[in-house]
């Protein structure tokens, strides 16, 4: 049984994604959705409806289930290291070190590659920041890194209201509120393709390490018994799960509640071990990201911030799974 | 004996009025525009502007009187503004919650009113009446509606003690309206333009209807494309696909960036305002023409959409017009090089 559920926890995604890239304000018939494709394997010059379909739609799609798989997945190792359920990716500040890059580069009127850039590089920044100072104060002590991660989270945070005061009122500061609720609204192709190779370096030590990380998850003294050193592993996920939301968020802003909610989703369906956990939180994020960027972009003409649909879903959610999971094992 | 103390008394009452009246005679009380009794010095020599709306009304009535700016205006927009309100100091913003400048500052600052131009609400007088009580500086509020604009001036101008400049720009301001609804009127619902306010870089931020951004827009008879989620209005967010499903034939664009690149960009290209080069950057100096502040500086915007939105309708020459309401409203001469750069979105 439990080995069937990847498979069809794949069907459900791939059959969201094409939902998904059939909805949309530009209306266009599911036959010529079809041709379009068609016609696209031909080259040549596109026509409205294939620019919605390949410049907009699709590339907004991918993004949505890039940054829903890297936020779960980033989550799901996590709350294995950290053997904590309720960790979630920014847990080390990766999200406010980005949000602060994003809204100085909006400050200084920069462009949007620029705009991501700074993003990416805050939330790397923020974590390295974070690793260095609790090794500083007492290597290898989880609570350590935990402290310092909300520290130095805290202290991005209020580097982002100082930015907020200086902004222009009527300019800049729409865009860095849009900004920190999250959004993929201007999403192109070539965002994607900027995105996709940092996700896909920082998931592969994850997959590589599934079962190690998956002992630790037992226990520092337990793990090094079965011949597992906490130390590096916990270094390298940090790294990798760094890697991954920080890519992520410079694409679609500020997005939370998924890393937390979805590997919780997931442990329901494939239980608390690491190696099946990890592609079930995968799936589960690209697939629970397409539906809600598909809600945001048309529960109204216009955009619904992302990370107050993820809010308000998760939120309720997560009671509801805390409710459900009282009498299972918690990771 | 009774009587003769009584009239004693009422006598020196009467003589201490009289002695105390000069001293109360050099203020006046004036309602502003959201009915409160304001405290009005005779003699106004530094006002301060509580917000960016309010620094243009001032800078225009009586711009010797600024004694800085919410917000220092850009290097680039120095050519046209007057010697004396270039180097100004940026003193921060009064408006209420967020604000840059505290009481103290304020006081240090030494204004003899405040003026706010916006909205008369129950936030802002409460504001001002916290301001005044705090402070003793009066604070006048004037109404910002857009429509309300030519007894704004007029209210001003009086307080600030330029009566006269305060009616002529009334009645230049009236005119520009009138010439608006002319022109309007002329124009039957099916051929109005249906125009999209692009704002940011990305033009991916709008106003939608009924948005103090897009007021304008809607004032000279330009359909907003942008339905929003309450009548009011406000800046949202939207995607392209939804600009393209709205198929706006004109694009107002706020930064010059954008212009230049959506051409470029796949996802703009099937938009009809795109493909038929109709995307159009409001000018921006001193003031933005469109959009923000949201303040006088949008009557030259007007002007300035009339020729862009009904090309056929207006004969006359933009630059020479956009040229005289700086002379009136700015008190800045333009050489036809200036005019060229202001309008071609410098």
Redesign the interface.
Known sequence: MRATVPVLLALLLVAVMVVAAGI????IAPLEILGAVIRRAGGGE???AE??LF???LP?VLAAALVGAALSAAGAAYQSLFRNPLVSPDILGVSSGAGFGAVLGILLGL??AAIQLLAFAGGLATVAVVATLARALRGGDLLVLVLSGIVVGALASAAISLVK?LA????QL??IT?WLLG?L??V?PADVAAVLPFVVVGLLPLVLLRWRIGVLSLGDDEARALGVEAGPLRAAVIGAATLITASAVAVSGVVGWVGLMVPHMARLLVGPRFDRLLPASVLVGATFMVAADTLA?SL????V?LGVLTALIGGPTFVWLLARSRRRHLP | MIGRNRCRVLCAVIGLLVVALPATGSAREIADSAGRPVEVPDRISRVFAAG?PAAVLVYMLAPETMIGWP?APREAASPFLVPSARALPELG?LTGR?D?LGFERLMAAEPDIVVDFGSVGETYRSLADRVTAQTGIPYLLVDGRFDAIPQSLRLAGDVLGVGERGEALAEAAQAIFDRVDRTVATVPDEDRPRVYLA????G??TG?RGSINTEIIERVGGVNV????REKGG????????V???APDTIIA?DR?FTREVGD???W??VPAVRSGRVFTAPALPFSFV????SLNRLVGMIWLLHVLYPDRMPDDLGEQVGAFYTLFYQVDLSDADIDRLLGGG
């Not at chain 1, 949309?24 to 209306?27: E, K, N, Q, S």
């Not at chain 2, 704002?199 to 990305?202: A, K, N, Q, V």
């Not at chain 2, 959009?291 to 949201?294: A, K, L, T, W």
């Open positions: 949309g304000p530009y209306a596109m026509d409205a620019t919605v410049q907009i739609r907004r462009s949007v005061v222009d009122p009527y300019d729409p865009a849009f959004s609204a201007g192109t972009r109204a003409q216009v955009e911030p | 960016p917000r913003r967020g840059t704002r940011g870089r990305e991916l931020e939608t942008a339905e929003g989620l800046i949202v967010q939207v995607s392209p696909e939804q393209i499903a709205w706020l960036d960009r796949p996802a290209r099937p959009d923000f502040p949201p």
